[in-house]
Each structure stands twice: as C-alpha cells, then as structure tokens.
DNA sequence: ATTACGAGCGCG
DNA sequence: AAAGCGCGCTCGTAAT
C-alpha cells in the first residue's frame, strides 16, 4: 500500500503551528489520498531530519510529497549530516509537486481540467529558449521573488494547499496507457531529483592537489586574481610582438581582429575555427593563449576556491532544467568539466570509480520508438555506427555517423544532408518519425517524448511570424518555422534519451541502497556524478564488480520500463579505474 | 556603478 | 571542413 508523507511550512487548520518561520508539517495519506495521520509537527530543520529518519525506519517506501525536492532533503541532509548519525538518512520516493507541475503543463496526454488550463495558461513565447519553472515559495530560506503556484501566493506553503494540489496533479493524468508513461515520468523525474540532491550534496570526489599540479603546468605558479599568470603572460607577450600592437589585450575580441586584420590576416572573428588553417606565426601561439586562457578562467585556482571543498566537488544539479528533460546545472559548470582536467577526479585511497555511458544512446532510442526493423537490426551489431555503415554506406563509419547525427539533428546543408536520401531509404520508419516530428513543429505544433514530455506550444510572437504578406515576409516567416521544425524533431530524440537515462539513475540508485544495505556506512559505494548519458559511481574497490552488475542490471531495467520486450540493444561501456580521466 | 548581451568555448 | 540540437560560465562591451 502506498503511503504519502506531504510535508509543509504550516497548517492552514492549525494557524498556532504557523508560528516558527523555519516550521514544518507532516501529512499522512493512503493510496486514495485520505488522510491516515495527524499532521506531526516539527521546529527548525533538526527536528524535521529526526522525524524524517523515524519515518524512514517505519516506512521506507513511503513517498514524500513537497513542493521542491532538493530544498527539503537538502535541509534534512545537511541537518542529518549535523546530528553525525548512525546512517544517513535516504528518502527512497517522492512526488515533486514543482517538477510534476512542470510536466504537466504541457503535456499533451492529460485530462483537461481546469487545472490544466490554468496551469498552462501563463506560457508566452518570450520565455522560450529560457525555461522558466514554477519556483517553490513555502521554503523560509527561499527568496522573495521566487513563486510557486500563483495565484494565491501565501496559502500557497501550507499542508492544505500541498494535498490539494497533489488531487488536482493526480485527476490530471488520465487512466490510459499514455497516463501511465506520464506517471512512470513523473516518478522517474521526482526520484531523479532525489539522486541529483544527494549527489550535489555529497559531492564529486575532487583531489586538489592534482588540480593545482595541472594548472601549474600549464600556466605556472599561482598570480593574485586578475594578474596573469606567468605562462600565460608571457604568450601574451609574444602576440603582441608578432603583431606589432603593443597595446594589444588578447583577451578582448574587437581589439584582437583588428589587430589580425592589420596584419593582413583575414578574419571577421576570433574564433577557433577561423584561425585554424590561416597561414601565419602568430595563429599557433594564439590558439595556445586561448586555450591556457580558457583553462585560467573557467577552471583555474579561482574556480578551484570557489566549487571545491574538503576534496569534493559541490554543484547544483537542476532537474528538468533543459527543455528536453535533461539536467542542467548551477555552480561551477559541472556539465562541462573540461576532459584536460578530469585528471583532477580521482578516487579516495582503496576506492575506484565506476565509469558507465551509454553507447550512441540517441539513435538506439530512436530505433525503439519508431520500432525501424533496420535501425534496430543495426543496434545489435558490435557498433552501432559500423552496422549503419556496412548496412548502406560502403562501410564507412564516419559517413554513417555523421548522416545519423544530421538526421536526428535536422542538417540542411553539407556532407549529412547530402546523406539522407541514402538514410531514408535505409530506415524509412525511423526518419519519418524525425521528419514527422519536425513537419509539426514547423506547422506550429507541439511534439511528445516516449513518455509524455512535450514542447510548450508556439507564443502569440511565432504565431504571428507565420502571418505574411510579402515575398520576404515569406522567405522569413519559413526560416523560423524551419528552425522549430529543427527544435521539435530533436527534441523528440534528445528528450526521449533523457527519459531512458533518468530510469537508468533512479534504478542504479535503488539497487545500490538495497544490494549494499548489509555493507559498513563509511564503505558504501555513492553515485557521485550523472552526465546525460554518462554515470559515476565512487566505490570501495572490492565492490566495484558488483557495481558494475548493477549498472548493467539498472540500464536493462531502464530500456525495459521505457520500450517492454523492444529488441533494441543498449550496450554500456563500463570503466574502472582511478581517474576520470583514465575512462574512455 | 550595475545590468544585459554577444562572443567564445566547454560538455553531451 | 563545419553544420544541424540542447545547455552554463566568463569575459569584454554597450547600455542604462
């Protein structure tokens, strides 16, 4: 029986609980959502850790229902960690009333209540590309400005307002087979959030002294902040010299392309790519110089200062944070730590890391989704890139590698979109479901992942953008919906990937509580890193095969829940080793 | 002095 | 050789 814990700053029927700004509130529901508890109450996030620890032991299965996961278990964790105690407490399920909100105001496959529509109604197109989320407000260390569920703002954060809320999420999903993938979503997404809270909590294992070796090397010893350091300083040097611009700084772009233009290097910008092949001394240093730089600013002791500490490194993993469902981050730009650096990631003494990706994750979806004979075939090969190429490109796997990625990307022009008459009729199914994807999009409608994530639907903007009169209103007006057409054909690709990955971290999750429940508290393997389509897990080495075992065991899991019986193959590259950077 | 934005580059 | 999707961070620069 389904137990749910909701949990609450006050209790509209209890006004005398609302004293304390850093209360809380517990509600036990049943399955049917009556209620089966008092609501217990609790002051100051210790006590709020205690009785989620008690709850825990009684009721380990039991899902916790609250607007916004990584605030309230971050407060119980870093209360619990506070308390020293015997075992961390780990909350196995939960219902993000926030996250779920988010999904559901745009999901296609929903009841059309009133919920909804009020829900859904406050998109515009001006927030597109940013995702704005419904923000928690009945968190007393969350920030004025943020809201949650407008209207209505201060009952908002009481227990009342929570299970209502929970009801009205709930008669949204319909009892249908497109219901239950929306319901299978929104649990993977709200465990997800479980496993991206613990994870930026305790951190990703960062050795310090191997980051400050790295950074020495390559650009000497250590400046006061905004002084260059002495490697890179004196590369500056030698540009400007080669240039004949003393008063060059490199680091500013219009001062450097005119500067090259002076010279008579043609070029309109800065970047890599256009450097890359002009003929002339100062291109090589100039593309180190931006290297180092990039390395200076990004990743440099200033970084170091800021997002490490006591060996790990903390960011902020934001759920749902991508339009497409992946994560992003906040802090330190955890998902793009720069592969020169992954040195720095390095495994505690008698500990390994366990590396795991998922091998050519977004055409193997596709193949399940679509159910293409011929994809699928392919995704039983060794590779999936060589079976594509000996299937129709002559064996040539760069070929077959690029036409796919151009394929599920939407390319127009060059070498993959020359490449798709050979695709389509090689996987016909596959890529009319890309391109019937992309014709909605461009025609102004909404695209849904394998379980149920959707596009928000065009603004009043890119409505009215389609309205033209004249030849070059046209001519734009047809660029745009192509560039959404482009958006929507990824998104159903990118998006579904997304969802297998979440079922991947979850259930890893879930069977490393469970087969290492009988191991010591201090040697337990922790997932410490979650990339897309990539897993880490920090693992004492004895245990690292059976780690091993159960990230295979989760990615079965995965494309079981997502696909059934599908006959797709998801193969894993597995790595053990010390360093990140000694993965792959 | 503060804010907004584009350039550039890192990741999948 | 670079383009086709999705992001975050830092910098310089322009706008306020």
Known sequence: MTRYVVVATHSVSQPELEAQAASSVIQFLDADLQEIGHPMVNFGSASLAAAARDITQKHPTARWVWSDTTRWYRRILEADAATRPARPIAIQRAHDLRLTRNLLRFAANTVRTSYIDEISADWHEENHGTLTQFLPENDPGASPQETLFEPHKEKNASLEYQIAELRLQFAAIPHSPAGNRLRMLIAAESAGAIAA???????????????????????????????????????????????????????????????????????????????????????????????????????????????????????????????????????????????????????????????????????RILAAMSRDEG????????????????????????????????????????????????????????????????????????????????????????????????????????????????????????????EWALMWIAELRRQLATVFVEDDDASRPELVFFLHDEIMVHTPERLADRVHECVLDAAAQATRWMFGDTTVEFPLTVAIVDRYSDAK
């Open 197 to 363: 809270t613990e994870m930026g909590f305790f951190g990703l294992p960062w050795n310090e002294t191997e980051h400050k070796r790295l950074l020495e090397e390559a650009l000497g010893t250590e400046t006061p902040h905004g002084q260059r350091p002495p490697k890179l300083q004196a590369l500056a040097e030698e540009i400007t010299q080669l240039l004949y611009t003393p008063s060059l700084n490199p680091d500013s772009p219009q001062d450097l392309v005119r500067a090259l233009q002076r010279n008579g290097i043609p070029v309109n910008s800065t970047s890599k790519w256009e450097l890359k092949g002009k003929d002339h001394p100062v291109i090589e240093p100039l593309l180190r110089y931006k290297k180092m730089y990039r390395l200076y600013t990004a990743n440099g002791w200033h970084w170091l200062k800021t997002w490490v500490r006591d060996g790990r490194f903390h960011p902020e993993y934001v759920v749902g944070g991508v339009i497409t469902g992946r994560w992003a981050s906040r802090g330190g730009g955890a998902l793009q730590i720069p592969r020169g650096i992954r040195e720095a990631v390095l495994a505690e003494p008698g500990w390994k890391l366990v590396v795991a990706d998922a091998s050519q994750l977004e055409p």
């Open 375 to 498: 994809l699928s075939t392919a995704s039983r090969g060794k590779d999936l890139y060589e079976s594509v190429a000996e299937q129709g490109f002559g064996g040539d796997r760069a070929h077959a590698k690029v036409a796919m990625l151009g394929a599920m990307y939407g390319a127009t022009t060059g070498e993959s979109a020359r490449l798709m008459p050979t695709l389509r009729k090689l996987y016909p199914t596959a890529i009319a479901a890309l391109e019937k994807a992309a014709r909605s999009g461009e025609q102004g409608g909404v695209v849904s992942t394998h379980l149920g994530r959707t596009t928000p639907a065009p603004g009043p903007r890119w409505l009215s953008s389609q309205q033209t009169s004249t030849q070059e209103e046209q001519a734009r007006a047809g660029n745009i919906a192509r560039t959404r057409g482009r958006y929507t054909r990824n998104f159903l690709v990118q998006g579904s990937a997304a």
